[in-house]
């Protein structure tokens, strides 16, 4: 079957750095995406990661390891609108636009 | 805002009835996918629709059954109603059937079944 795992939730101060990790064990890899959901809104897009290394976006930077079946979302001087749930999600080739998400990462951010 | 659209917003059946969501893709956007995203939980791929057919399908009773429209509107039919259908329907939307093109999520449909 098909495991994706990341912390349940994570509480930081504003203007610190969050590193949400994510390990997967999936039957294949097409690329892994990393999306930000606000309590009841829909998971807006934050990164894809297809090759091992870092990829910067502003405060947020995501990182991929194939070999190990890992990748962590950075989140760099935090604010209070960050304050939401971080999903981790898995391109699997057997279906074509499938991905299997984790259970998200709640991350709270405090004054 | 992502361009996509789902109605209605909150939906309150009973078990047993029959529910129809509605999705409203990004215009060009050749393929939707359907999730089910249980309270404090990951969206679980329901189905995938590409040029109106059916491209794939998670572990999803035949009950819950899609069509997808020429101008890029679907919908997500569910029959039988159980207690457990209780969550947020989210459709995506992308360019393609290709696994590496980002889906863009719409605002969800809440569905309560009583």
């Known amino acids: 079957g098909q495991n994706i795992d990341q912390p349940t939730e994570m509480t930081a101060t504003e203007g610190a750095i969050v590193q949400i990790n994510c390990t997967y064990q999936t039957s294949g890899f097409n690329g892994l995406f990393w999306y930000q959901q606000h309590a009841g809104e829909a998971p807006t897009f934050l990164s894809y990661n297809v090759l091992d290394g870092l990829e910067e976006k502003g405060r947020f930077s995501s990182f991929l390891s194939r070999s190990k079946g890992y990748s962590y979302l950075l989140l760099k001087e935090l604010q209070m609108k960050d304050s939401a749930s971080y999903l981790c999600a898995v391109n699997v080739p057997d279906s074509w636009g499938k991905l299997q998400f984790g259970a998200g990462t709640q991350v709270v951010v405090t004054p | 805002e992502t361009g996509v659209t789902q109605s209605p917003t909150h939906l309150i059946k009973t078990r047993g009835q029959q529910v129809t969501l509605r999705c409203s893709s990004q215009s060009g956007h050749n393929t939707v996918s359907w999730y089910q995203q249980a309270l404090g939980q990951g969206p679980q791929f329901i189905f995938q629709?590409?040029?109106?057919?059916?491209?794939g399908r998670g572990n999803f009773p035949p009950r819950f059954s899609g069509l997808q429209f020429p101008n890029y509107s679907s919908e997500l039919n569910v029959n039988a109603l159980e207690l457990d259908d209780s969550a947020l329907y989210l459709c995506a939307s992308s360019l393609t059937s290709g696994g590496t093109d980002t889906q863009y999520f719409g605002p969800g449909t809440r569905l309560t079944v009583l």
């Open positions: 629709y590409y040029r109106e057919e059916e491209n």
